[in-house]
């Protein structure tokens, strides 16, 4: 099988031919329909992320057909259509037993191994390290990683429900739990950050402010649904929102990374307004707020994927695609063969696409 494999930092990936082990117990193998090309792929590349463990197989935003199942796996057939959970979502650890099945505790997919150590993607015998490998033809994941879908949706769309869909619309809905008629700033409109906006959107902000430095990227925003646009290079974002809000955000999100965006978002929010970082932040970086502001009850929180709970929430989100509520179209700019990644890299580096999708 291709697959696309990073060989070490700020290097473009190698499409090479791979060889795939059989599903093992509690594993599946799967066919990729689609695979999304996120800016946290790339923070591997450009060591916002170290990788510890080269080579690797890229790619964790994917869909595709079950064409195998490993022993011990009983819920999940070849055919289902799936798409792909960042979390193992065991059902057992203490987080799964309480709800919070994004954090849970089995298995990370950063490790680069199964949970048994071993991988199951190598090269003339040697291992290659992988997650969930979506930059492939055909992954092995565990089964708890994949979600059975409807089959009416087209998997090449739908694999953005996997990352960038539920990470944005959650961070709104499931962690943030915005109220109708909040006003809600947005710093950062790219894949995620277009999710938060129509998250914002779902839950039926009064005014949603896009804030980025990409005119295309600000133009998708308002296609998504927000209201007000600010250029970060061209005005100060967070003397604008005050201006716009009357006194600041009820909610801001920020979706970049970066810790001096960070305390954008916070100055930005009213008292007793809520700032959540959702962008991935850069390893070892430190956030520093006023405490004043803390007094009168401003509050900084962090979210992972958007508090998803994959086997509720895709389902859901599927339905509100179908019901021409959840835009998934709007989302892709263009579709790629898997030989084109570093070029879809380089168009989301350039801020000329909000989301591409690799097709198989």
Request: proline share 5%; hydrophobic share 40%.
């Amino acid at each position: 099988m291709k697959a696309a494999v990073l060989y070490g930092p700020h290097t473009p990936l190698k499409i090479e031919e791979l060889d795939l082990a059989a599903p093992k117990a509690g594993e599946i193998r799967v066919k990729m329909a689609g695979g999304g090309v996120c800016h946290s792929d790339y923070h591997r590349i450009d060591e916002h992320i170290a990788v510890k463990t080269l080579p690797f197989v890229m790619g964790h935003e994917g869909s595709g057909v079950i064409e195998e199942v490993g022993p011990e796996v009983s819920d999940l057939s070849p055919g289902d259509h799936v798409i792909f959970s960042l979390t193992s979502q065991c059902g057992t650890c203490r987080n799964c037993t309480v709800g919070r099945p994004h954090l849970c505790e089995y298995h990370g997919i950063t490790v680069g191994t199964m949970p048994d150590g071993t991988t199951r993607i190598s090269k003339d015998g040697m291992p290659y390290y992988h997650g969930l490998a979506t930059f492939a033809e055909q992954t092995v994941i565990l089964a708890t990683h994949a979600v059975k879908v409807r089959d009416d949706i087209p998997l090449e769309k739908a694999c953005l429900i996997g990352c960038g869909i539920m990470t944005g619309v959650g961070a709104v809905l499931n962690r943030a739990e915005v109220e109708a008629g909040s006003t809600v700033a947005v710093f950062g409109c790219g894949g995620v950050g277009l999710n938060v906006v129509q998250g914002a959107l779902l839950a039926a902000a009064a005014k949603i402010i896009a804030v980025d430095t990409s005119d295309f990227k600000l133009e998708k925003a308002g296609d998504m649904g927000a209201t007000h646009f600010v250029n970060a290079e061209k005005e100060d974002p967070v003397k604008r929102i005050v201006e716009i809000t009357d006194g600041g955000a009820d909610y801001a999100f920020e979706v970049v990374g970066f810790a001096e965006v960070v305390r954008q978002a916070f100055d930005s929010i009213r008292p007793g307004g809520t700032a959540v970082m959702v962008g991935v932040p850069v390893g070892g970086s430190d956030i520093s707020i006023p405490a004043q502001p803390l007094f009168r009850e401003k509050t900084l929180m962090g979210t992972f994927y958007g508090s998803g709970r994959p086997r509720v929430d895709f389902p859901w989100l599927l339905d509100l695609y179908a019901q021409g509520r959840l835009k998934l179209d709007e989302l892709v700019t263009r579709y790629r063969p898997l030989a084109e990644v570093n070029e879809a890299f380089d168009e989301m580096n350039e801020g000329i696409t909000a989301r591409t999708v690799l097709t198989f």
